[in-house]
């Protein structure tokens, strides 16, 4: 039986990608959407017309009634559960002290208490089929830190540690959970950056190019495979050399 994926935030930018990766590589794939329906539909649509199985959920992920439906969702379509790809994010840029307390708690919400509330749910499954794999998709953000994206920074630091104790809990239960660091990938999170601003981050990558939703999409195909079946509680890097 074909393995099975859930995507979140899979309507647009990196999360697309993977959802379309891994449905091209046979998995059967639950690609969740918040506010981006149409976006999710044209995936959902042309996936099919390729002959893969793919539905489309709405949950906004920091909603922990959403988040069960949604996988009340997966198992009744689907059946099991393979694959968790925490990929819903969303950024902030702006000093600090400027920030208010409504959002840091959103970011917060859907970067970090997202991850927790997947997993959580998630896990009720692959415990008991001893077998799972959950992958969240950080930043190189939190490994270093960002000027002016302290928030932001910080909820995908706590992805990373989310991520390695996670690991040590449900290693034994037949699980693996890792985190990808992408650096700079061009989606719509990078849209309110200047031509100046693209070519300095460019420039300031050792490989010379930014990142394409497709080099994080390899990886999460990767890491989901038995190819990494002896990697778990890592942090894999993909950024064109930005951070070493
Ligand atoms: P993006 O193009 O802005 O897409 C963000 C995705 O998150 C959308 O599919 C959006 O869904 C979903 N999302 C936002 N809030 C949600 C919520 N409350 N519930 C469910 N889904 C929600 O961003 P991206 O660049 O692909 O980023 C994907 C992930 O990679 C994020 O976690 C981001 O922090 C991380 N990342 C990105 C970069 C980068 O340079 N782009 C670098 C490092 C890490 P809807 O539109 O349907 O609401």
Known sequence: MNKVALVT?????I????????????YRVLINYNKS???????????????CQVEIFKADVSKQDQVKAMFEFCIDRFGHIDVLVNNSGISYEGLLTDMEEEDWDRIMDINLKSV??????????????????????????GQVGASCEVAYSASKAGMIGFTKALAKEVGPSGIRVNAIAPGVIMTDMMKDFGQADIDYLRDETPIMRLGQPEDIANLVSFLASDRADFITGQVLASNGGFVI
């Open 15 to 26: 999360g697309r990608q993977v959802a379309i990766q891994l449905a091209r590589e046979g």
């Open 37 to 51: 329906k149409s976006e999710a539909q044209d995936t959902c649509q042309l996936l099919r017309s390729e002959g």
């Open 9 to 13: 935030g899979g309507s647009r930018g």
């Open 116 to 141: 927790f509330l997947c997993s959580k749910e998630v896990l009720a499954y692959m415990v008991s089929n001893h077998h799972g794999n959950i992958i969240n998709i950080s930043s190189m953000w």
